[in-house]
């Protein structure tokens, strides 16, 4: 869980590592609402913010920092999209605009679609690798 102050997490993750020897990625997880709540970057190599298709297609034009900062924006829950009026094709424009063509993908966690695509953009910002 984020907390405001980065030294919780620091501790948490040197404890992982310390655990686990040769550990190549933690994973910190925020829960909650966090759209407007910003962090610190201390303990991060590569942010992602996920946000979930019910939540509605207006958020990035919101432009809070969770979407317009991080490295990488997922949209997760897609099939659900028309179920709760979402269009995806607006999401993804409207992604892609406001966060200055950083990377927008969309997932599906039920199907595993883009979940791939995820994995390749951490394997290659976070662990380097082509």
């Known amino acids: 869980m984020i907390r405001e102050h980065p030294i919780l997490n620091i501790a948490a993750a040197d404890r992982l590592e310390h655990d686990f020897p040769g550990l190549d990625?933690?994973?910190?997880?925020?829960?909650?609402?966090?759209?407007?709540?910003?962090?610190?970057?201390?303990?991060?190599?590569?942010w992602l913010f996920v946000i979930d298709t019910?939540?509605?297609?207006?958020?990035?034009?919101e432009r809070g920092p969770g979407v317009v900062q991080r490295d990488l924006l997922v949209i997760n829950?897609?099939?659900?999209?028309p179920y709760v009026g979402v269009d995806l094709d607006l999401l993804a424009r409207d992604g892609a605009r406001v966060r200055d063509d950083k990377p927008v993908l969309f997932t599906n966690r039920k199907t595993g679609d883009g979940i791939d695509q995820v994995i390749r953009d951490i394997a290659h910002d976070v662990l380097l690798e082509p």
């Open 25 to 46: 990625l933690i994973v910190i997880e925020s829960g909650g609402d966090n759209l407007a709540s910003t962090f610190s970057l201390d303990p991060v190599d590569c």
């Open 54 to 61: 019910t939540v509605g297609e207006d958020i990035p034009r």
């Open 77 to 81: 829950r897609t099939d659900l999209a």
